[in-house]
């Protein structure tokens, strides 16, 4: 069995900083995509930004200059590296990992269990 287990969430000040980490474990094979969402009070799950086994990542508009995403392929584990927070970045963030456990023919689409994330004074 794999999961993902996410770390780093917290209270922060606006221009703060902080950083998340998302990290697999069990029985992997190979990690494809790997990427972090959000979702805010009220509102629907969003794709904050991504990155391929290669190292090539995209990001939402809204967070493009200040958040960085990276991974560990060898720890099995993603990195989101957030900077100059706005309270708009406030919501639960979600780690979400495309893995091919060991024996199996299929990739499964797992999520973390969520961290929150508060930026306020």
């Given at each position: 069995?794999?999961?993902?287990?996410?770390?780093?969430?917290?209270?922060?000040?606006?221009g703060?900083?902080?950083?998340l980490s998302?990290?697999?474990s069990?029985?992997?094979?190979k990690?494809?995509?790997?990427?972090?969402y959000?979702?805010?009070p009220?509102?629907?799950?969003?794709?904050?930004?991504?990155?391929?086994?290669?190292?090539s990542?995209?990001?939402a508009?809204?967070?493009?200059?200040?958040?960085?995403?990276?991974?560990d392929?060898?720890?099995n584990?993603?990195?989101?590296?957030?900077?100059s927070?706005?309270?708009d970045?406030?919501?639960?963030?979600?780690?979400n990992a495309?893995?091919?456990?060991?024996?199996?023919?299929?990739?499964?689409?797992l999520?973390?269990?969520?961290?929150?994330?508060?930026?306020s004074?």
């Amino acid at each position: 069995q794999v999961q993902l287990v996410e770390s780093g969430g917290g209270l922060v000040q606006p221009g703060g900083s902080l950083r998340l980490s998302c990290a697999a474990s069990g029985r992997i094979a190979k990690i494809n995509d790997m990427g972090w969402y959000r979702q805010a009070p009220g509102k629907e799950r969003e794709l904050v930004t991504a990155i391929t086994s290669r190292g090539s990542t995209n990001y939402a508009d809204s967070v493009k200059g200040r958040f960085t995403i990276s991974r560990d392929n060898a720890k099995n584990t993603v990195y989101l590296q957030m900077n100059s927070l706005k309270p708009d970045d406030t919501a639960v963030y979600f780690c979400n990992a495309a893995v091919l456990s060991t024996g199996s023919l299929w990739y499964l689409q797992l999520w973390g269990q969520g961290t929150l994330v508060t930026v306020s004074s």
